[in-house]
């Protein structure tokens, strides 16, 4: 199986993914480390792929999304985002309407309580 098909596969079958360096709980860099911990934070089930595993995911991942950096969040087998992305739709709130237009469960005051600390 190609690491193209991998990727298809790994997103449709799995709610939420995050392509990211290491793990949910030993992130390899600081991008990865705060989408991971806003993830777990908000208690959302997500599959992580450790790019740093395995160099054919790590490229492939990248030309699958054409988006050239880790980590990469995708919701429902869409790409959603990078750290900046996911971190602006936290703070704005679009991440939880997002999870709640997919059926994606979260725990709202997290998420709520990150937007407080970060106001």
Do not use: H
Not at 12 to 36: E, H, I, W
Not at 45 to 70: C, E, H, M
Not at 86 to 92: A, Q, R, Y
């Amino acid at each position: 199986m190609s690491a193209q098909d991998q990727i298809k596969e790994t997103v449709a079958a799995n709610d939420v993914v995050l392509y990211m360096k290491g793990t949910k709980s030993m992130p390899q860099c600081g991008f990865s480390s705060r989408v991971a911990g806003v993830l777990n934070y908000m208690g959302v089930d997500f599959t992580d792929v450790n790019v740093l595993a395995d160099d054919d995911i790590r490229q492939a991942i990248k030309d699958y999304s054409d988006w050239p950096t880790i980590p990469q969040l995708y919701v429902k087998g869409e790409f959603v985002g990078g750290c900046d992305i996911i971190t602006e739709m936290t703070l704005s709130g679009e991440l939880d309407t997002l999870f709640e237009e997919n059926g994606v469960s979260y725990d709202k005051d997290a998420a709520e309580k990150i937007r407080e600390a970060n106001a």
